[in-house]
């Protein structure tokens, strides 16, 4: 007999110590992620061979304490590695843990390495090579804090790797993990199951091989145990034959039906070749589907759904996956009443998507990934109530949004706008922007005020994103969904993603670039679009100035106009570059094209040029090195007309607007600087923006004398 620790993840101690128990153990002792126990060799081959959660058995030849990297070479020299290990063997050290002289798992395989190689050079043996492709004699070292065990690793490599599956899809779920869900679930394949995103097919091949007793081991090529002194070869065929002829009766037993649904073609033929080489390719019934349709197979009574939906690295920007789990919660409590359901997500937030309240949940980890585990009765419904549920979600703010579709679509056809807004705060529970691109739609959430519960502001979102995908019939990985907040200084530069997808949009015949998930805006303000036209039409022959200029799309409608020559100005390298970009698409490259990368503020101050037409936006409010450390639209306002009178030529006009509510024109100052304004806001608010009109400002102010002339 000799002493054992079988590891596996953090959470799963308890059912790997039930699970060793129904394979013989009878002393089983849970630790931290893991269970000591001792064994026969018949036992651990057995124990090897049948674990469907265990990722190593490891045999303990020592158990120390471990302060410092002395400590530990001296106790791994004071084993007797010779009788381990055959003369020019090979050898590698796993180790796991770190303390505070051993900081770095590396450094302490290494010392245990060396340790390992002096034990046979002391002798005048053969030293051992060491080998990460399937070595002689694996070594596995656990560090906690000052608390070392010491052994030789039994199966050779993590049960996880079954032999089974060779390709896996982008965020593979282990094998052991799997089966681990199946476990936890109850189910012994007494009933139906299901996965309805099964990708690469994990969860149905395991519980396949659980229902037909197949032996998660019995495809493994090699075993640690092999090259040990004490291996028994015929003990071990004995107890891989009765393994063998188990799962060849078992497979002919199993009358369960396994159902593994996924929308990816390419992964089901991935899962399909993977459960063929499981041996289970007859026992599961793979079909293509869409998880936010899922429908119940006809024999499907009491039966049990699990999953490990996708889940994705923050939640505000992935608005497709809060869409498929609110659908999918929909499906199953309106087409699998009286079934269970178990789903494993690292998001709690997207679990509670689903609107369903979970009986039992775990915590269990996939890979170094956090995870939770939860599992849930679905109620048995009657017509009425099953009609209830298929009832629209959000039904007013649905009804809201169809309205104002059917209203805008047409009016933007005509004015030839791929971009446009349908629907903007409308009702006061669903407080949000929603805009057209394309055949993208952009939801922009305004932050909840706080006396809004946390819980209720997310069900709304999750009930207005998938209102909306119901209503615009867009694929839900065609939303991209940004939460508004009050800005300040350039936050607006502030990255959000790094995906980097561009695409292009069409305004009155002009072409721009927009970028609809990296940054907080796109690259194209919609409520500036009559703004723009108006630029286009007043700019031929004309020296153009864009100050804040952004992406320059108001510079490309300028040029287009047939401007003589344009500045574009903005301190952002970024935009700067974006703007050149706006221009080529539209064909508009030359020297008369100027770009200036500046604090608008600070090249106003020396800028000397003089200009025709020129078009500033600035910012509400900035934080700048100029304007006493802060710039206030209406308060700095005037300050800046200083600057633009000297700039602009006398029959020249300034078009200025900006965002700020209830912004006045202080029209003294404006007359004492010999300037004239007038209020265009209403002539360039366009119709899908008319619901906020205190946010549009525009004016054009001339010199006075201009206007006496």
Partial sequence: MHHYLATTSIGLE????????RLGVSDSQVVQAGVRFRASNELIYRCCLWSRIASRFIRVLSEFSCQDDMDLYLSASAIRWSDYLQLSGTVIVDFNGTNQSIRNSQYGAVKVKDAIVDHFTKRNLPRPTISKDRPDLRVHVRLNREKAILGIDMVGGSLHIRG????????????????????RSGWQGNVA??????????IVIEAAMIAAGIAPGINRAHWGFQSLPDYEPELWTQVKTQASVQSKKGLKQVSVPIYGYDYDSKMLNLAKENARRAGVRDLIEFQSMDAAKLQCPASFQAGLVISNPPYGERLGTEPSLIALYASLGAQLKSEFGGCKAMFLSSSDELLSCLRMRADKQFKMRNGSLPCHLKFYSIAERDETQRQMAGQEVAADFANRLRKNIAKITPWAKREQLDCYRVYDADLPDYNAAIDIYGNHVVIQEYAAPKSIAPEKAKRRLTDMIRATTQVMDVDANHIVLKVREKQKGHAQYQKMSTKAKTSQVQEYGVRFIVNLYDYLDTGLFLDHRLTRRRLGEMAKGRDFLNLFAYTGTATVHAALGGAKSTTTVDMSKTYLEWAKENMTLNKQIGRQHRYEQADCLQWLEQAKGQYDLIFIDPPTFSNSKRMAGTFDVQRDHIHLMQYLKRLLRQDGVIVFSNNKRQFKMDMAALTELQLSAENISSQTLPLDFKRHQQIHNCWLIRHRQADAE
């Fill in 14 to 21: 308890n059912l790997l110590a039930e699970e060793l128990n």
């Fill in 164 to 183: 089974y599956r060779t390709e896996a899809g982008a965020a593979p779920l282990r094998e052991t993990l799997a089966a681990a869900m199946i476990m």
């Fill in 193 to 202: 199951l299901l996965d309805p995103m099964c990708g690469s097919g994990t």
